[in-house]
């Protein structure tokens, strides 16, 4: 579930909460200004942070070209988590 909240939720909304940070500083220090809020452009700023994000976690995670896949195991009273073993030659 943290796996899935960082990689998709977290990005999309870094631009709304660095926005409203924003907003909240210049109001602090008496910035006169009628705030509006631009929520077209936060959203393709949050779409654009999120595809970013995927397209790392597409090219530089995931195990490499040719492993093997073994799966999670019970073993001696306790839970091995699933891994790749190396490509064989």
Do not use: C, N, Q
């Given at each position: 579930m943290?796996?899935?909240?960082?990689?998709?939720?977290?990005p999309f909304l870094m631009p709304f909460a660095a926005y409203f940070a924003w907003v909240w500083l210049m109001k602090k220090f008496g910035?006169?200004?009628?705030?509006?809020?631009?929520?077209?452009?936060?959203?393709?700023?949050g779409t654009v942070c999120l595809l970013a994000v995927l397209g790392y976690f597409a090219a530089f995670d995931g195990a490499p070209a040719?492993?093997?896949y073994?799966?999670?195991e019970y073993k001696d009273g306790r839970i091995v988590p699933g891994h790749h073993l190396p490509p064989k030659d």
């Open positions: 943290t796996s899935s909240l960082l990689r998709y939720l977290l910035a006169e200004r009628d705030w509006k809020h631009p929520w077209h452009w936060l959203f393709v700023a040719g492993s093997t073994v799966p999670p």
